[in-house]
């Protein structure tokens, strides 16, 4: 039976690109629920009645071997008992003339099916023309929101690019939340892969790795949230901590050594003791840090990949 | 002391763990530590030149693991033996740090492990 109130697909069709890929990416099969009890050709309405009892289900698929040859729904069974057939199989009485999907289909083809025509659920079967599952209006939404969130969390913990401009430039952005203690230096950990996978020199890696630690704790501990950004360039590797304030009202006074705002909970944890941004300056081959109250703070570490002479 | 950069001899995990009456909570990939640096600072860590070496410490946060991670320890000896939680293992076992646990507090650890460094 057709829908007689579609969804407005209006809102479908502003959709941002992100949302579109993933709900393009998936497939009938990745939503469909695919434990599902099915009845035989040969099973009598009764049974049917029965087996939709026990396992509180409104419709049956009817199975001939794996092929799917018909369903039969509550309102079959109501039909069944008001005109006295329920003793009959349910070859007899089935709904033949089925609407299915195939399990390669796209989930926007499923979806548009749903706004088309009143069922609740499809049967899906495979190329091979086999029964494998059944698809309702909740898994759907079920399998969109799974995918989303991971989409999501992916995108918010690494933003990485190569710049068109700069074919030689990685770009790789990290979001830090505040006070996420428990993640803080993975943004760390993934430069210093990159470093090692590059040869880097062990001793520029290590500076890297300290100074990108640093602020990364910074930005976790001091600030309301920010970026780390890491800009790979064939002779230097730039690290720029942006935050999203409250903004440093001296700048020369926190690069001395054990200047420190930090709070007790902080020092508990290792660290607030005035060492991480004269740490960072340390490591650096070069250093500079631009802020402004209410605002928020950016430093910015750039260190040569030609390891540093050391004779100072 | 100096802050040397000259390479250490290397001193054995299994000498260490019966040296501090320890327990092994984690091997991880490298049987050896080159020195030790003990401290409840991460940042004061962080400054050290020394490589391959044991972090001894009676933090036992996450940020433990990461920092010995950072300037490359081998492995990492936990005083008190304070209670690890499961996610702090992982993430040793992530990064291939070997993690250790000893009963002492941190100063008599340090007089324990001292021998294995500065004898011949």
């Known amino acids: 039976m057709p829908n007689r109130f579609?969804?407005?697909?209006?809102?479908?069709d502003k959709t941002p690109v992100a949302t579109m890929e993933i709900i393009l990416r998936l497939k009938v099969k990745d939503a469909m629920v695919t434990n599902v009890l099915a009845a035989k050709k040969s099973d009598t309405l009764r049974e049917i009645q029965m087996m939709m009892k026990e396992?509180?289900?409104?419709?049956?698929?009817?199975?001939?071997?794996?092929?799917?040859?018909?369903?039969?729904?509550?309102?079959?069974?109501?039909?069944?008992?008001?005109?006295?057939?329920?003793?009959?199989?349910?070859?007899k009485h089935m709904v033949r003339n089925l609407?299915?999907?195939?399990?390669?289909?796209?989930?926007?083809?499923?979806?548009?099916?749903?706004?088309?025509?009143?069922?609740?659920?499809?049967?899906?079967?495979?190329?091979?023309?086999?029964?494998?599952?059944?698809?309702?209006?909740?898994?759907?939404?079920?399998?969109?929101?799974?995918?989303?969130?991971?989409?999501?969390?992916?995108l918010e913990s690494r933003l990485t690019s190569v710049r068109a401009d700069m074919p030689?430039?990685?770009?790789?952005?990290?979001?830090?939340?505040?006070?996420?203690?428990?993640?803080?230096?993975?943004a760390s950990f993934q430069l210093k892969k990159l470093l090692k996978e590059k040869s880097v020199d062990r001793k520029v890696l290590r500076r890297a790795s300290v100074a990108a630690y640093e602020l990364e704790?910074?930005?976790?501990?001091?600030?309301?949230?920010g970026t780390?950004?890491?800009?790979?360039?064939?002779?230097?590797?730039?690290?720029?901590a942006k935050d999203n304030g409250p903004g440093i009202l001296n700048v020369d006074e926190v690069?001395?050594?054990?200047?420190?705002?930090?709070?007790?909970?902080?020092r508990s944890l290792g660290f607030g003791a005035g060492m991480g941004l004269p740490n960072t300056k340390r490591v650096s081959d070069d250093f500079s840090i631009t802020s402004q109250v209410g605002v928020g703070t950016t430093v910015t570490s750039v260190i040569f990949l030609e390891a540093k002479d050391e004779s100072e | 002391?100096?802050?040397?950069?000259?390479?250490?001899?290397?001193?054995?995990?299994?000498?260490?763990?019966?040296?501090?009456?320890?327990?092994?909570?984690?091997?991880?990939?490298?049987?050896?530590?080159?020195?030790?640096?003990?401290?409840?600072?991460?940042?004061?860590?962080?400054?050290?030149?020394?490589?391959?070496?044991?972090?001894?410490?009676?933090?036992?946060?996450?940020?433990?693991?990461?920092?010995?991670d950072m300037v490359g320890a081998n492995a990492i000896l936990l005083a008190y033996n304070k209670p690890v939680t499961d996610d702090v293992i992982a993430l040793a076992r992530e990064l291939g740090i070997t993690l250790l646990g000893t009963p002492y507090p941190v100063f008599e650890a340090c007089h324990l492990l001292s021998p294995l460094f500065f004898g011949d």
């Not at chain 1, 780390?228 to 720029?240: E, M, P, Q, Y």
């Not at chain 1, 690069?255 to 902080?266: D, H, K, L, P, V």
């Not at chain 2, 991460?42 to 996450?62: F, N, P």
């Open chain 1, 6 to 12: 579609p969804i407005s697909t209006e809102a479908v």
């Open chain 1, 55 to 91: 396992n509180e289900i409104s419709g049956v698929p009817v199975l001939d071997e794996n092929r799917l040859v018909g369903m039969i729904s509550v309102n079959d069974i109501i039909n069944a008992l008001d005109r006295n057939y329920i003793h009959d199989k349910a070859e």
């Open chain 1, 99 to 154: 609407i299915v999907l195939e399990d390669d289909m796209p989930l926007t083809f499923a979806v548009s099916y749903f706004n088309k025509y009143t069922y609740r659920r499809f049967p899906v079967i495979n190329k091979e023309k086999e029964f494998v599952g059944i698809l309702s209006t909740k898994d759907v939404l079920a399998a969109m929101l799974f995918e989303m969130n991971k989409e999501i969390n992916a």
């Open chain 1, 168 to 186: 030689n430039q990685i770009v790789q952005e990290f979001v830090i939340k505040r006070f996420d203690f428990e993640n803080a230096g993975t």
């Open chain 1, 217 to 225: 704790i910074n930005v976790a501990i001091h600030t309301f949230g």
């Open chain 1, 228 to 240: 780390i950004t890491f800009i790979f360039d064939k002779d230097r590797i730039t690290i720029i």
């Open chain 1, 255 to 266: 690069c001395e050594e054990g200047f420190s705002t930090a709070n007790e909970w902080i």
């Open chain 2, 1 to 68: 002391m100096e802050r040397g950069v000259s390479m250490k001899k290397q001193v054995r995990i299994d000498d260490i763990v019966s040296a501090v009456d320890g327990v092994i909570l984690f091997k991880g990939e490298n049987d050896y530590v080159r020195w030790v640096v003990s401290s409840g600072l991460m940042s004061d860590v962080l400054t050290t030149e020394e490589e391959e070496i044991l972090l001894l410490s009676s933090l036992t946060t996450a940020q433990v693991v990461r920092t010995a």
